[in-house]
């Protein structure tokens, strides 16, 4: 029997993605050492993520800073990559990720937190750079040294959450301007689940050199969000038509990068709107739907507190 003895190392680890991948983790690797990088250990999910289970283990990492403490990465022997949204700054992550794994730790297996539609840039094919980016990151990170996988997720559910241009609870309007596309939104979660099961896996190399790309089991419209999302407040929320003009506006207005209006006009022109078989074939059971994101982030909408796992 697989006595998992590795060593984790988890980016990204408070968002949804990385502390359901932590959680459910530890569940599958009780005697691994995990450990959680966070920029502030002091923060409320980085605590929530100490209680999960004994093994693990918060550590403070910053890639983009000059001080490292290395010490984090020695016998780190399999590692989530989820980088931060910094689309200056992305490549010079995956880099430098890149050679202080290779210089300082003993990975046999990683997994990369990548996008739909990673690729080098093939005649400005996108009005995106990020999918090119994070083709970047994995050719920068799939290495000789070790196994590597690629997870391509579609546009989070969360996203209507996190992205106050979009939604706010208080508001009885959302904004997105995808036109009449659908979009097969992916819940962060289950992202998070897919990941911890490849992580744990005795036998990474049935992975290895593969993308799965993981998306919601239906693609959704304005009309079926709209339903979704006034059930879950129990109020009636529509759909307002707004250009894209507005829509940075709005993107700005909140403290969020102009960038990612790039992210939807691609989904207005059908880049997220066809399901993927991969996350089923992987797992065994479907993704959740728009709907069941929305009931599971019933309380956020309500005003409550949402637990991040």
Same mark, same amino acid.
């Given at each position: 029997?697989?006595? *998992? *003895?590795? @060593?984790?190392?988890? #980016?990204?680890?408070?968002?949804?993605?990385?502390?359901?991948?932590?959680?459910?983790?530890?569940?599958? /690797?009780?005697?691994?050492?995990?450990? /959680?990088?966070?920029?502030?250990?002091?923060?409320?999910?980085?605590?929530?993520?100490?209680? &999960? !289970?004994?093994?693990?283990?918060?550590?403070?990492?910053?890639?983009?800073?000059?001080?490292?403490?290395?010490?984090?990465?020695?016998?780190? %022997?399999?590692?989530? /990559?989820?980088?931060?949204?910094?689309?200056?700054?992305?490549?010079?992550?995956?880099?430098?990720?890149?050679?202080?794994?290779?210089?300082?730790?003993?990975?046999? =297996?990683?997994?990369?937190?990548?996008?739909?539609?990673?690729?080098?840039?093939?005649?400005?094919?996108?009005?995106?750079? +990020?999918?090119?980016?994070?083709?970047?990151?994995?050719?920068?990170?799939?290495?000789?040294?070790?196994?590597? %996988?690629?997870?391509?997720?579609? &546009?989070?559910?969360?996203?209507?959450?996190?992205?106050?241009? @979009?939604?706010?609870?208080?508001?009885?309007? #959302? $904004?997105?301007? &995808?036109?009449?596309?659908?979009?097969?939104?992916?819940?962060?979660?289950?992202?998070?689940?897919? !990941?911890?099961?490849?992580?744990?896996?005795?036998?990474?190399?049935?992975?290895?050199?593969? /993308?799965? %790309?993981?998306?919601?089991?239906?693609?959704?419209?304005?009309?079926? &969000?709209?339903?979704?999302?006034?059930?879950? %407040?129990?109020?009636?929320?529509?759909?307002?038509?707004?250009?894209?003009?507005? $829509?940075?506006?709005?993107?700005?207005?909140?403290?969020?990068?102009?960038?990612? +209006?790039?992210?939807?006009?691609? !989904?207005?022109?059908?880049?997220?709107?066809?399901?993927?078989?991969?996350? =089923?074939?992987?797992?065994?059971?479907?993704?959740?739907? $728009? $709907?069941?994101?929305?009931?599971?982030?019933?309380? =956020?909408?309500?005003?409550?507190?949402?637990? +991040?796992?």
């Amino acid at each position: 029997m697989f006595k *998992n *003895n590795e @060593i984790y190392l988890i #980016f990204g680890s408070t968002g949804v993605t990385g502390s359901t991948l932590i959680k459910q983790l530890a569940q599958r /690797a009780p005697h691994a050492e995990i450990r /959680a990088v966070t920029r502030n250990p002091a923060s409320r999910n980085a605590k929530w993520l100490q209680q &999960i !289970a004994p093994n693990v283990r918060l550590v403070q990492l910053d890639l983009l800073k000059s001080q490292l403490n290395v010490e984090v990465l020695h016998g780190v %022997t399999r590692v989530y /990559a989820l980088p931060p949204f910094l689309p200056k700054l992305m490549v010079e992550w995956h880099q430098r990720l890149s050679e202080l794994l290779q210089t300082y730790a003993n990975v046999n =297996y990683l997994v990369k937190h990548s996008v739909i539609g990673a690729r080098e840039l093939v005649n400005e094919d996108t009005p995106s750079s +990020i999918p090119t980016m994070h083709g970047t990151g994995e050719q920068l990170l799939d290495v000789s040294q070790w196994h590597f %996988t690629s997870l391509r997720p579609t &546009i989070f559910a969360q996203h209507f959450i996190s992205n106050k241009a @979009i939604f706010k609870p208080t508001e009885s309007e #959302f $904004f997105l301007p &995808i036109g009449e596309a659908k979009v097969a939104f992916i819940d962060a979660r289950n992202i998070g689940e897919v !990941a911890a099961k490849l992580l744990a896996s005795p036998n990474p190399k049935r992975h290895a050199d593969k /993308a799965y %790309t993981l998306t919601g089991p239906v693609g959704v419209t304005l009309d079926d &969000i709209r339903v979704a999302l006034s059930n879950a %407040t129990r109020q009636e929320v529509n759909p307002k038509p707004i250009s894209d003009e507005a $829509f940075v506006q709005r993107l700005h207005d909140n403290g969020l990068s102009p960038a990612l +209006i790039a992210v939807y006009q691609e !989904a207005r022109e059908g880049w997220f709107s066809e399901p993927s078989p991969d996350f =089923y074939n992987l797992m065994g059971y479907r993704a959740n739907t $728009f $709907f069941e994101f929305a009931q599971l982030s019933a309380p =956020y909408f309500l005003g409550g507190n949402v637990s +991040i796992d």
